[in-house]
């Protein structure tokens, strides 16, 4: 199984596959994960998700971006985005990659961008979420999240429940909204818990302790037994919705986002969009390889 894993996060990682990828558009099965490949399409997916009343965040897809070209074209398209939201009227925020606006390129240039995407989305009252990546890039995110907190008020991010140091973070920006997840990336075992049962533990405990603790908690998993418990956990504290929601990805365990909102709990689909769609595919077949039966679907449902 983790053979398996380390197979897809390699290929994920590979930049010439990736670079391939983005010319010859979405293949392989990644059109039933990706909303589109531009913003018209996007909006047209969202009204539907909207329409089942469901909420979007939705992602710019593109990371490790090491060019300022690329990082300027993707700042545009994100710009475009909060403009299709606020003009289309949609129910969505953002969600970003730092690497794929400069974080590898030059901490200021990134800075400037971020702050030109979050200063844009303020001014029609559309909240950004700043994803977070691999180890190397935690804690600069971090800091340019906290920096851009002080002026706007419309910023959060992501807890990895796979990283020793995650209830210490949690604990230090428990008044952002966050996203809380087990955690996508390869990680070392300096920095990070192994073993699936150890991750699983430390993903309750931290959802539990920021559900008493903290401000609004996007719990982001496909996994029934966390949701589960979730749903228990709040009913015997008597947390109300609002303090809450449950996140998934476009296109994952369909049937089971409707189920919650026909619940009546708050819930948000991760909206993935672009031609840069194969480090987020790769990650998803390294997660569960069963993924893989969307690939098979797509290729023999023609
Ligand atoms: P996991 O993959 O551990 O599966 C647990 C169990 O759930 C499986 O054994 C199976 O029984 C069931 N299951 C899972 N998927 C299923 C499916 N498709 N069909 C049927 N059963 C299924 N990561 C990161 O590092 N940074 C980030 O910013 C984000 N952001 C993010 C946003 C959103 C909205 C989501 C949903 C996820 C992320 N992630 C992320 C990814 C996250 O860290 C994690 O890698 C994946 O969500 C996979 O873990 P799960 O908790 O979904 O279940």
């Keep these: 199984m983790t053979i398996v894993r380390d197979f897809f ?16 558009g979405l293949k392989m099965g990644a059109q039933s994960v990706v909303a589109g490949t531009n913003v018209a399409e996007t909006m047209e997916s969202i009204k539907k998700l909207n329409a089942q009343g469901m909420s979007c965040t939705i992602d710019n897809l593109g990371e490790f971006v090491f060019e300022k070209d690329e990082a300027l074209e993707a700042k545009g398209n994100i710009l475009e985005v909060i403009e299709a939201i606020h003009t289309h009227e ?11 606006l400069g974080l590898d390129i030059d901490y200021d240039f990134c800075f400037e961008n971020l702050e030109a995407i979050v200063s844009a989305a303020h001014n ?3 909240f950004v979420n700043f994803d977070m ?18 002026k706007y008020d419309n910023v959060g991010t992501v807890i990895q429940a796979y990283f020793y140091r995650a209830e210490e973070d949690l604990n230090k920006y428990k008044d952002f909204r966050l996203r ?3 955690g996508a990336y390869k990680e070392s075992d300096e920095v990070a818990y192994q073993d699936k049962a150890d991750i699983d533990a430390n993903y309750i405990k931290l959802i539990e302790w920021h559900l008493l603790n903290g401000k609004f908690t996007s719990i982001a998993t496909h ?10 956990f709040v009913k015997n504290h008597s947390i109300s919705n609002d303090k809450f929601e449950f996140q998934m990805l476009y296109g994952f365990r369909t049937d089971m986002q409707q189920e919650l ?42």
């Design 9 to 24: 996060i390699g290929l994920s990682q590979n930049e010439l596959l990736n670079s391939a990828a983005k010319k010859y």
């Design 90 to 100: 949609v129910d969505a925020h953002i969600s970003l990659k730092p690497s794929q």
């Design 124 to 126: 029609y009252g559309i």
């Design 133 to 150: 990546e691999d180890y190397p890039r935690l804690q600069a995110s971090f800091d340019i999240v906290e920096e851009l907190s002080k």
């Design 180 to 182: 809380i997840v087990k």
């Design 223 to 232: 996994d029934h037994h966390v949701i589960n418990h979730v749903k228990q």
């Design 261 to 302: 909102v026909r619940e009546g709990y708050n819930f948000c689909t991760y909206v993935p969009f672009g031609n840069d769609w194969y480090g987020y595919f790769m990650r998803r077949l390294a997660e569960r390889p069963q993924n893989l039966n969307l690939v098979a679907k797509q290729v023999f449902n023609k």
